[in-house]
């Protein structure tokens, strides 16, 4: 299993990025996937599941109506698109199928 994420970066308040995490050695179209993140001297947290087939997702409160998890299956590539970021989303964010090792995540900062 591997995952590899990238998208991150600096960002101002108010603005948008988009997630990337490739995944291999697994059917990936088998599995749900998440996102996770990590902000420093915090836990991990999830911020959003997607089903197998893309049919059904999941937020946490706290991005409710500002991200949007996504996957194309033929890529297996699972997607976060965030919007309206704010300085309390700063964090590493990782994707995860519930199994196997985390990948090195990406960093997303919020910050004027």
């Known amino acids: 299993v591997q995952l590899v994420e990238s998208g991150g970066g600096l960002v101002q308040p108010g603005g948008s990025l988009r997630l990337s995490c490739a995944a291999s050695?697994?059917?990936?179209?088998?599995?749900?996937m998440s996102w996770y993140r990590q902000a420093p001297g915090k836990e991990r947290e999830l911020v959003a599941t997607?089903?197998?087939?893309?049919?059904?997702?999941y937020y946490a409160d706290s991005v409710k109506g500002r991200f949007t998890i996504s996957r194309d299956n033929a890529k297996n590539t699972l997607y976060l698109q965030m919007n309206t970021l704010e300085p309390e989303d700063t964090a590493v964010y990782y994707c995860?199928?519930?199994?196997?090792?985390w990948g090195q995540g990406t960093q997303v900062t919020v910050s004027s």
């Open positions: 050695g697994f059917t990936f179209g088998s599995y749900a």
């Open positions: 997607i089903t197998s087939a893309g049919a059904s997702t």
């Open positions: 995860w199928g519930g199994f196997g090792s």
